[in-house]
């Protein structure tokens, strides 16, 4: 089975600029969540869809980060401008059922992002 | 709220040794648990987790991990390290209750040497 895949895998941008990532989640996969993990600590979820709706964003700082989850299955997550703060690995991640506490979320690989 | 404290920051064992990485939780409801894995450069991997079955969750690579509520804890195990359990290793928590919302700890780097 095909796992959780992101695009890029890197990006290094200046702050002010602007910047997308990509996530395909696992084929059938209802719930889709995007997360930051800041260098030396646990990753942070940034934003909750089931299906396309979306569940939970009240960690998102949504006067520069936007997503959307077009027709329930890819995702975008957006920066718009950048700061050096946002240096990160984001990560992406799926899970089958209606996102439940006893769900297991499969991550993809994520994509690490230097603003410089 | 949920919170997750991982109590050792890095760990560091000899191959073939008993491997401990401690983690203590906090939740207002019954809680699921989880263990997962995360080698350089790749995403993150489950090991194991607690859904309120039995207790002593057994995981892949060897890996076990044991519920108690009377401690708040749920301690990660292995018999024998092996050279590639080296990565860093995260305790989560989620409450049961409405919409899963993992809670990551802050970490435990594993350093196995020969």
């Known amino acids: 089975e095909a796992g959780v895949a992101q695009s890029p895998r890197y990006k290094i941008i200046e702050k002010r600029q602007s910047v997308a990532f990509w996530c395909n989640p696992i084929s059938g996969h209802a719930t889709l969540y995007w997360y930051q993990q800041i260098l030396g600590q646990g990753p942070k979820l940034l934003i909750q869809?089931?299906?396309?709706?979306?569940?939970?964003d009240s960690q998102l700082p949504k006067d520069r980060f936007s997503a959307e989850r077009l027709k329930g299955v890819d995702s975008t997550l957006k920066i718009q401008p950048a700061k050096l703060e946002d240096s990160a690995v984001y990560l992406c991640?799926?899970?089958?059922?209606?996102?439940?506490?006893?769900?297991?979320?499969?991550f993809g690989p994520g994509t690490r992002l230097t603003v410089l | 709220a949920q919170s997750v404290t991982q109590l050792d920051s890095h760990v560091s064992v000899s191959e073939g040794t008993p491997v401990l990485l401690r983690c203590n939780y906090s939740s207002s409801y019954s809680p699921s648990l989880f263990w997962y894995v995360q080698h350089p450069n790749k995403g993150l991997q489950l090991l194991l987790k607690?859904?309120?079955?039995?207790?002593l969750v057994k995981g892949i690579n060897g890996f076990e991990a044991e519920f108690k509520k009377s401690e708040t804890s749920f301690h990660l195990t292995k018999p024998s390290a092996h050279m590639s359990d080296a990565a860093e290793y995260f305790c989560v928590v989620s409450d049961q209750k409405g919409f899963q919302k993992l809670v990551f700890g802050t970490g435990t780097r594993l350093l196995v040497s020969p």
């Open positions: 869809f089931q299906n396309n709706g979306v569940v939970d």
């Open positions: 991640a799926s899970s089958f059922a209606s996102g439940a506490g006893t769900d297991t979320q499969y």
């Open positions: 607690y859904t309120s079955a039995a207790t």
